[in-house]
């Protein structure tokens, strides 16, 4: 029989831990041919998360964990859970059952019988949401697609089953930033996608606010496309272009016409605060990558486990 691994990223997810664990058993258990276990990474949670993940490990013997010292992100939730996996396929899903439980066994179908190395899900509806939230990740996945290679599909979310050649590639990428949306694209294989309707959360808060959504969206763009360095070079080039031009024609009229350059006070206050401007866009751009270099240069790990049920995750 084939084994399957579910991994949960929490934080602060307390009044959803038991729900979540017997939401997804009572529909996985219904699925014959596989033998599902769960990873529950607790991402340093303040509230009662961890006692009651420890008590579903104590009481359930296909319930690992892992509990970071604080909290480092999903994203760090995520690596942890994937390094920890060892199932023939694994799949990353929400504590809050935003992600529908439902859509495990067609994952699995697609993963085993259909060929495909991963699927994922999509969402096709962002009820609930707040309108500006959703315009601004349109125009994200408009930006990010437009200047990198990778393909990052609108909606999709970190709701995923992958083989376990796909498992060990994604681990095998070492960057400590880590955004998996791009990475999931980057390492290739075969997706399958399927769309499902946005669910309401039942308990619990969503952890995203609008300032940490848009820093989200910045680490996307500078983790998988170094096309806006590019873009000020061009500006650069365009503008120095212009001002030789005009260069060109102030002499001319200065030689030919005889005409004396004159009053230009304001042209002279603008072109000097939007070449500024320009430069000290530029040096934020640039500020950005080097930030980003300086950090993985650091070399410091993803996360660090203060306790976990897993025999080997030390070395991990
Ligand atoms: N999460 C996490 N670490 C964080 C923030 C969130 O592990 O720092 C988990 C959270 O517990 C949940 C999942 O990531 O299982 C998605 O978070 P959330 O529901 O807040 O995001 P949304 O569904 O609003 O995108
Ligand atoms: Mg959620």
Same mark, same amino acid.
């Given at each position: 029989m084939k084994t399957v691994e579910l991994i949960v990223p929490c934080y602060n997810e307390g009044k959803m831990i038991n729900l979540f664990y017997s939401t997804t058993t009572d529909i996985v258990s219904k699925i014959n041919g596989y033998i599902f276990s769960f990873i529950f990474v607790d991402d340093g949670s303040k509230d009662d998360t961890l006692p009651k993940i420890r008590e579903l490990a104590k009481n359930n013997r296909n319930v690992k964990y892992i509990s970071f010292s604080r909290n480092f992100g999903k994203e760090a939730a995520m690596y942890a859970g994937l390094k920890a996996s060892t199932a023939d396929a694994v799949a990353v899903i929400d504590a809050? !059952? +935003?992600?529908?439980? =439902? !859509?495990i066994e067609t994952m699995l179908k697609a993963v085993f019988e259909e060929g495909y190395d991963s699927c994922s899900a999509r969402r096709v509806s962002r009820k609930g949401e707040p309108k500006l939230r959703s315009m601004f990740s349109r125009l994200f996945y408009k930006i990010i697609n437009k200047m990198s290679e990778v393909e990052i599909i609108d909606g999709a979310v970190d709701f995923r089953m992958m083989k376990r050649e796909m498992v060990n590639a994604v681990c095998n !990428?070492? =960057?400590? +930033?880590?955004?998996s949306k791009g990475i999931f694209c980057w390492v290739g294989f075969n997706t399958k996608w399927i769309e499902f309707k946005n669910v309401e959360r039942i308990a619990g808060q969503s952890k995203w606010s609008f300032w940490s959504l848009f820093k989200y969206a910045v680490d996307g763009i500078v983790a998988f496309t170094t096309a806006p360095l590019k873009i000020i070079n061009l500006i650069g080039i365009f503008v120095s272009g212009l001002s030789f031009l005009y260069l060109l024609v102030e002499f001319i009229k200065k030689l030919i016409l005889g005409k004396a350059v004159l009053a230009g006070y304001t042209s002279l206050i603008m072109v000097m605060l939007f070449i500024g401007g320009i430069i000290i866009t530029s040096l934020g751009i640039i500020g950005e990558y080097l930030a980003k270099m300086y950090i993985e240069v650091k070399n410091r790990p993803v996360f660090i486990t203060r306790e976990t049920n897993i025999k080997d995750m030390s070395d991990k």
């Open positions: 809050d !059952l +935003q992600h529908p439980p =439902e !859509l !990428l070492s =960057e400590k +930033q880590r955004f």
